[in-house]
């Protein structure tokens, strides 16, 4: 009797000790209960982790919308092109720029360059009628502005909430500027169409081929290249991108004849000078290392025009395709150019003279032999060349006194 209750309490034994390991393999084994459950915790902290980072970005990008700092920024690629992620401006003060808040209603962040001051002007403090910047630190207000807008180069910023309406990337990853038209009832696209990410320009050669960045047929004898051109476009570019927006000369490009080319109010030294020496002068305005300053591209023309048409604003979206009152054309001047900024009525969101005056020189080409300029001149009418018109006809080794240009600027 005692030798089978001491089998079974073995017996009992043996199993008890199955079973406990039988319970520690499944609690502690590799896949066992507390590796699972640890797992899971991983995954779910992960989980709420990639949650809240995806609503970060929909946070930001709907603050960028708001603020006119960035929306949309990147394209879709183009099949076998290589994905760009595009750095982003913080909203904060770094090495380059300072974070300046506008007196809009709801105050946007403005990258302001260092080396510049933000204008304390009545009238040049939001972005919404033009933020206005001036080189040099010291502060620019209503006592001793009439001084600072004669001798201190002046810029506009312009947002851009989606990037990609001003570039588009073809089959081969290239970038090409996205050029518009503009008339009272629509924006049309100029020269290019775009299918699944892929940009194609319509025509490259013969009248009437916007495009840019491109070269003209004697370009090659007056040390611009495509390649130069392809690395300053894709600069500034790669600048709109991370800052959601660029900076627009607010007068056209003055003391052009002098070794140092302004962006100044009443200079008269506006035109008489080819597109060559007008593209080169534009690199030395304003420049210091946290800023890059160059002729406009026509993308950022039309980047310009784009925001005074979608403003909301029913004159500032007329201006855009008829500057009726808006410039000095034909009968307004004795059709002689006037000093830059010297008429009031002549600025829109604080940019003056994008209508009329002297023909603004851009980097666009047109066909194989000409480069465009925009917005008419003071022989024109201002129904038939508007801020946004186009005109070409001459090759860049041509000089006239109502052949003009302006600047652009980006960090």
């Known amino acids: 009797m005692h030798g089978i209750t001491l089998i079974a309490l073995v017996v009992t034994i043996v199993v008890l000790l199955i079973l406990a390991g039988i319970t520690i393999s499944l609690v502690f084994s590799e896949n066992g209960i507390i590796s699972k459950a640890r797992e899971a915790a991983e995954k779910t902290n992960q989980a709420v982790i990639n949650e809240q980072a995806q609503m970060n970005d929909v946070t930001a990008a709907m603050e960028n919308m708001l603020n006119g700092t960035g929306g949309s ?45 933000a204008s304390k002007v009545t009238g040049e403090t939001t972005v919404e009628d033009g933020f206005v910047i001036y080189e040099g630190e010291e502060e620019v207000n209503d006592t001793n502005k009439d001084t600072a807008q004669t001798t201190r180069n002046q810029f506009v910023w312009v947002p851009v909430a989606d990037p990609s309406e001003m570039y588009g990337r073809d089959e081969n990853c290239k970038k090409w500027g996205k050029l518009y ?16 990410g892929v940009m194609s320009i319509t025509a490259t050669s013969g009248t009437g081929s916007y495009r840019e960045p491109d070269v003209v047929s004697d370009d090659s004898s007056n040390s611009v290249n495509l390649a130069q051109l392809e690395t300053e476009f894709n600069n500034m570019i790669a600048s709109v991108e991370k800052y959601g927006g660029f900076y627009i000369g607010r007068y056209e490009t003055g003391s052009l004849s002098q070794e140092e080319a302004v962006v100044v109010k009443n200079n008269s030294d506006i035109a008489n000078q080819t597109w060559y020496t007008m593209y080169n002068k ?52 004795e059709n ?69 240009s302006r600047a652009a600027l980006y960090m």
């Open 73 to 117: 920024t990147t394209p879709e690629e183009p099949e076998g092109c290589p994905a760009e992620e595009f750095e982003k401006w913080n909203g904060t003060s770094d090495e380059k720029v300072n974070a300046v808040q506008s007196t809009d209603a709801e105050p946007i962040t403005v990258p302001v360059p260092k080396g510049y001051t």
């Open 336 to 404: 002689k150019p006037i000093p830059t900024g010297s008429n009031d009525a002549y600025a829109v969101n604080n940019i003056y003279d994008m209508a009329g005056n002297v023909y603004d020189w851009t980097i666009e080409a047109d066909g194989t032999g000409s480069r465009v300029r925009r917005g008419g001149n003071c022989y024109d009418s201002a129904s038939g060349f508007p801020a946004s018109g186009r005109d070409f006809h001459y090759y860049p080794t041509y000089s006239s006194s109502n052949y003009g």
């Open 181 to 196: 038209n503009f008339d009272e009832s629509v924006i049309t696209q100029l020269n290019w169409t775009e299918e699944d």
């Open 282 to 333: 534009s690199k030395g305005v304003a420049a210091n290392s946290n800023v890059t300053t160059t002729m406009i591209w026509g993308c950022q023309w039309d980047a310009v025009m784009r925001w005074m048409y979608n403003s909301g604003d029913a004159e500032k979206k007329t201006y855009t395709y008829d500057s009726t009152g808006k410039g000095n054309y034909y009968g307004a001047n």
